[in-house]
C-alpha cells in the first residue's frame, strides 16, 4: 500500500509569510524508520510531509533502514527528496525471552522511556544529531518515536515535531477498552500510560513548535500537558483520478498496519462478533495489510474472510471492493485509511473513532456506527441499496477532493514550518 512520488521533487521557492527576502530553507527531517515500503498511515503521512517541504525547500532526511527496503526503495526515497538522503542499518531484533523483557521493563522505569520507545533509539542517529551543529534552519521531526534522539540534540535552531497521535492519551484510551485484556496485560499498560506520558511531556516540551492532525487532538495535547499545539495538519491523499469502487462485486475492504493493537482489536470485534451473517450470505471482507500475526490469520476460518497480507498495488485492492469498513474504537487523530477509502469513492461504515478530523457526516459523507452489530448491519444496507452506496462514496469523495488532498495540507504543513524557521 504505497503513495509514491510521480518524480523528482519539483524546487520551488518559499514565500516569507510577512515581508524579508524569500529564501529556501536548509531542512533536516527525521523519522523512526525509512517510510518505503509506505505500508501505513504512519508511513504514508512521512512521505507526504517530505514531499511537501522537498518542494519549496533543500531537505535533508535521516532515518533507519527497516529489513523490507530494498535499493529500489531507497532510490524511489532519494528521487523525493530535493536534498541528501543519509540512512543507517537496522539494529538486530530484540530477544524476545521473559528474561530480556523483564531487563527492558527495569531499564525504562530507571529511564522514564517506555520499552517501545526506547527500542527506536539508535546510535547512528544519535551520533549524526550531535554533530549537526547550526548548519540547517529548523529540525523537524516527522513522528513522535524519533523523539527518542532529542537528547543528543545540539542545535540551536528550532525544533518541530509532527505529533501524529497524542500517544499519553491513546494508550490511556485502550485500558478503558477493556475488550480481550488480561489483568497483566491491563497492568503492563498502566505503566506504560505513565512511562508514555512523562516521555512525551519532556519531548514536545523542548519544541519550538508542535502540529498535531485534528482538533481533537489539539484539545487533548492542552489537555494532558497545557502544551498549545501550534497546526492543524491532517493527513492526506493524492486523489485518484477517478472512483475505484467496484460497485456490486460484494467485497468489504479492510486495510491497516497490524503492529498496532488498536487496528488488530478493532478488526477482531467487527469479525468475531459480527461478521457471520455477511460471509454466509457470500459476501466477503478483504483484510489487507503487511505482517498479519496468527490471530488475524485465524479469521480466515469464518466464511468469506480472506487475509492477503501487504498489498504492493492499492488501487488494485481498492478496485475490487464495494464497501469498506473502519472497526476502532481506540486511537487518535485522522486515519488514512478513512482519507483513502474516503478518496476513492468507496463507500464507508466507521465509527466515530476512525473519521475524527475528516469532518466527515454521518449518513452524508459515510455511515457511522459505533457498535459491531451497527457496523455490519450498515455494511448490509450499502451492499443492498445501489443508490445509497453511489450518494455516499460521491460525497466521501468530494470531501477529500476540497480538503484532504497534499495538494492543500502539504502547503499548509510548509507554511507551518517556515513561520518557525523564519521567525526572528
Not at 457511522?368 to 466521501?396: F, K, M, Q
Request: glycine share 10%; aromatic share 6%; net charge neutral.
Amino acid at each position: 500500500m504505497e503513495e509514491l512520488p510521480a518524480g523528482p521533487a519539483q524546487h520551488g521557492v518559499g514565500l516569507r509569510p510577512s515581508g524579508g527576502t524569500a529564501r529556501r530553507l536548509r531542512l533536516l527531517c527525521l523519522a523512526v524508520r525509512v517510510p518505503l515500503p509506505a505500508d501505513d498511515g504512519e508511513s504514508m503521512r512521512v512521505v507526504g510531509l517530505l514531499r511537501s517541504l522537498s518542494v519549496r525547500h533543500d531537505v535533508d532526511f535521516v532515518s533507519v533502514r527497516r529489513w523490507e527496503t530494498d535499493d529500489d526503495a531507497v532510490t524511489r526515497l532519494g528521487m523525493l527528496l530535493s536534498g541528501q538522503l543519509q540512512l543507517f542499518s537496522p539494529r538486530p531484533p530484540a530477544r524476545a525471552s521473559r528474561a530480556a523483557a523483564a531487563k527492558r521493563w527495569a531499564i525504562a522505569v530507571a529511564q522514564g522511556e517506555p520499552p517501545w520507545s526506547r527500542a527506536h533509539w539508535h546510535p547512528d542517529v544519535a551520533q549524526y544529531l550531535a554533530n549537526i551543529g547550526d548548519r540547517y534552519d529548523a529540525v523537524v521531526f516527522l513522528d513522535n518515536a524519533v523523539t527518542i534522539h532529542l537528547p543528543a540534540v545540539t542545535t540551536t535552531v528550532p525544533l518541530i515535531v509532527d505529533v501524529h497521535n497524542v500517544v499519553g492519551w491513546s494508550v490511556a484510551e485502550g485500558l478503558k477498552c477493556g475488550w480481550k485484556q488480561a489483568p497483566a496485560r491491563r497492568l503492563r499498560a498502566l505503566l506504560s500510560v505513565w512511562l508514555t506520558r512523562r516521555s512525551e511531556r519532556r519531548s514536545i516540551s523542548t519544541m519550538d513548535a508542535v502540529v498535531v492532525t485534528s482538533a481533537e487532538e489539539s484539545r487533548r495535547l492542552f489537555a494532558l500537558y497545557g502544551i498549545s499545539a501550534d497546526a492543524v495538519i491532517p493527513s492526506a491523499i493524492d486523489l485518484p483520478p477517478r472512483p475505484l469502487r467496484a460497485a456490486g462485486a460484494g467485497a468489504v475492504g479492510w486495510i491497516g498496519g497490524h503492529g498496532y493493537h488498536a487496528n488488530r482489536d478493532g478488526l477482531e470485534r467487527f469479525v468475531h462478533e459480527a461478521w457471520e451473517p455477511l460471509g454466509r450470505a457470500g459476501y466477503r471482507l478483504l483484510i489487507a495489510g503487511a505482517d498479519p500475526p496468527p490471530e488475524i490469520h485465524g479469521l480466515t476460518n469464518m466464511d468469506g474472510v480472506e487475509v492477503l497480507g501487504y498489498v504492493k498495488d492499492l488501487d488494485s485492492f481498492l478496485s475490487q471492493l464495494d464497501v469498506a469498513v473502519v472497526p476502532l474504537w481506540t486511537g487518535a487523530g485522522v486515519k488514512l485509511k478513512t482519507v483513502t477509502f474516503l478518496g476513492s469513492g468507496i463507500p464507508l461504515v466507521s465509527t466515530v473513532v476512525g473519521i475524527e478530523g475528516t469532518g466527515v457526516l454521518d449518513g452524508v459523507h459515510a455511515l457511522v456506527r459505533d457498535s459491531p452489530a451497527s457496523i455490519a448491519a450498515a455494511v448490509h444496507d450499502l451492499l443492498t441499496d445501489p443508490g445509497l452506496a453511489e450518494r455516499i462514496g460521491s460525497n466521501g469523495r468530494s470531501l477529500v477532493a476540497q480538503r484532504l488532498t497534499w495538494t492543500s495540507v502539504g502547503t499548509d504543513f510548509a507554511s507551518a514550518v517556515e513561520r518557525v524557521a523564519w521567525a526572528p
